[in-house]
């Protein structure tokens, strides 16, 4: 499969506790997304990277979360201190140059208990 | 404000009826417009998208969606509906207001039931 796979699917912490998500793009789309799905909601964005360059990054990304794509690959997704609203589905994305429409993964189902 | 709504929540259709889930936006500029569904547990998958052109854009299963500029709307529709096709679509315009990194505002989602 040539996808967009992300890893792991689900995740159960506990409040406080740091938790690391990884996005693994299609391999020649230089662009990556990470967005946030609440229940009954459609995604919002969150941060956006070009190569490792990180362009751009929502309102929404307080300061407990990070975001790095090392070598313009895989991108890795940090939350420091969760709490219980960050339980959601995050969803990466990855686009090649030059065209408009964006590859989702399965994306990681966060739940903090 | 840049923004996407989906009015239905839910849409029914009996199988074999046309289908239509019905999205309006807003945007300065020109919108780029995209429709995705998502089944359970999955990821979203790409239909289709209008950039320019045609106004009535094809795309996967069938599905097809009509650009109406002055009623700023983008309907997505399919002659007829399978059982198959349940699942939460999405409709998604291109966010004007950054430096063209194309991130996506979507509307909140609406379920399609398809009855046998």
């Known amino acids: 499969d040539t996808g967009v796979s992300q890893d792991p699917r689900h995740k159960i912490t506990k409040r406080g506790q740091n938790v690391t998500f990884r996005c693994d793009p299609i391999?020649?789309?230089?662009?990556l997304y990470w967005y946030r799905q609440t229940l009954g909601q459609g995604p919002e964005f969150l941060t956006y990277?070009?190569?490792?360059?990180?362009?751009?990054k929502s309102r929404l990304l307080s300061d407990r979360f990070s975001a790095e794509r090392p070598k313009g690959s895989f991108s890795t997704l940090e939350i420091q201190r969760t709490e219980q609203g960050d339980s959601a589905m995050y969803l990466c994305?990855?686009?090649?140059?030059?065209?408009?429409?964006?590859?989702f993964g399965p994306g990681t189902r966060l739940t903090v208990t | 404000a840049q923004s996407v709504a989906q009015p239905e929540d839910q849409v029914n259709v009996a199988e074999g009826n046309p289908l239509t889930v019905k999205c309006t936006y807003s945007?300065?500029?020109?919108?780029?417009l995209f429709w995705y569904v998502q089944y359970p547990n999955r990821g979203l998958q790409f239909l289709l998208k209008?950039?320019?052109?045609?106004?009535l854009v094809k795309g996967s299963y069938g599905f097809e969606a009509e650009f109406n500029k002055s009623q700023t709307s983008f309907h997505l529709k399919k002659p007829s509906a399978l059982v198959s096709d349940s699942a939460l679509y999405f409709c998604?315009?291109?966010?004007?207001?950054?430096?063209?990194?194309?991130?996506?505002?979507f509307g909140a989602g609406t379920r399609l039931a398809v009855h046998p």
């Open positions: 994305a990855s686009q090649a140059g030059g065209s408009y429409e964006q590859y």
């Open positions: 391999s020649e789309h230089n662009r």
């Open positions: 990277f070009q190569n490792e360059a990180q362009l751009e």
């Open positions: 945007v300065s500029g020109n919108p780029y």
């Open positions: 209008y950039i320019t052109g045609d106004n």
């Open positions: 998604a315009v291109r966010d004007l207001r950054d430096g063209g990194y194309n991130k996506l505002i």
